[in-house]
């Protein structure tokens, strides 16, 4: 009986209070009229590539696929932009990353080339963005499914843990965006990919563009409705771009990386920040995403020869 009496009130109070977090959740960009997407481009997810013929600047098919990579990035901007978005960032996040023909994207774009750079394959997110999208995404190295299904580096790493679950490129990417309060709102890449991912970070507007036959084959649409496709999905996730959540991780944040050889995994621990969990894997604390993404990167990318 007591209960009831003030529990009304707590349902008012609770209305009000959502009302109040409604007016401030269209403030202060959506009143601005920006709308700000950051898109991350990999190759192994694009129409048609299945092996390194396409996906390396040595093979023999590697000319054309870059222009079918560049084709779905700017479909992508196609659709964001019709749905809304004023402004978007794309990352080129392959290889060298220096695969986008920067002549052929849209002029209003900005774009992130090359590496090493902080924040990897996010680099240039912040919480100024109001939604990430993945092009070309492919599975992890731990998904028996995927046309060229990796994590980071399909030479080196055998398996990549963020608090005890291991992640695909793409997961790891949402939970850097989630750091900043940004949610990923659509992908594309083959089944396996966008099926991993969304089962991470929850429903997105996926765009299956192939459908993994085995590592090196695929059944693939066409790049022309690949790109049609892509569009539709970025056009619907920008016009319901708050149906979406920020895939944000518990912190601190616990990587496990397992290495495919012994040594990287002995010499790290010798760093004092770097734990060794077994032969092959190494532990590191990061109070967040943005430390735990610098350690991988540096994991991938330092040896003393390094030049310049
Ligand atoms: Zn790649």
């Not at 621990?269 to 770097?274: C, D, G, M, S, W």
């Amino acid at each position: 009986m007591k209960r009831r009496s003030w529990l009304p009130s707590v349902t008012v109070l609770a209305l009000l209070t959502s009302l109040v977090a409604a007016s401030f959740a269209e403030s202060p960009r959506a009143q601005s009229g920006k709308l700000k997407i950051y898109i991350s481009a990999d190759m192994e997810g694009v129409a048609g590539v299945v092996t390194a013929d396409q996906l390396l600047p040595q093979g023999f098919e590697y000319g054309r696929f870059r222009e079918f990579m560049t084709n779905e990035v700017n479909a992508a901007c196609e659709g964001a932009f019709a749905a809304g978005a004023t402004e978007i960032v794309i990352s080129d996040s392959h290889g060298n990353g220096e695969n986008l023909l920067v002549e052929k994207l849209p002029k209003n774009v900005t774009l992130v080339r090359a590496f090493p750079r902080h924040l990897g394959m996010m680099a240039g997110i912040d919480e100024s963005f109001d939604g990430a999208m993945f092009i070309g995404y492919h599975a992890s190295t731990s998904n028996s499914q995927g046309v060229r299904a990796h994590t980071i580096s399909s030479a080196r790493l055998a398996d990549v843990r963020l608090n005890g679950v291991s992640v695909t490129e793409g997961a790891m990417n949402a939970a850097i965006a989630g750091h900043f309060g940004v949610a990923v709102i659509m992908m594309s890449g083959d089944d396996a990919a966008v099926k991993e991912v969304s089962d991470a970070v929850g429903p997105i507007e996926g765009a299956v563009v192939k459908w993994a036959y085995g590592f090196h084959s695929a059944r693939t649409l066409t790049p022309e409705i690949a790109c049609d496709l892509i569009r539709d999905r970025a056009k619907k996730a920008v016009s319901r771009i708050k149906d979406f959540k920020a895939y944000k991780l518990k912190t601190p944040v616990e990587l496990d990386v397992r290495f495919k050889n012994y040594r990287p995994a002995e010499v790290l621990a010798y760093l004092p920040i770097v734990r060794r969990m077994d032969s092959h894997t190494v532990r590191f604390v990061g109070k967040n995403m943005i430390e735990v993404s610098d350690f991988m990167e540096f994991v991938t990318t330092y040896e003393p020869g390094l030049e310049p």
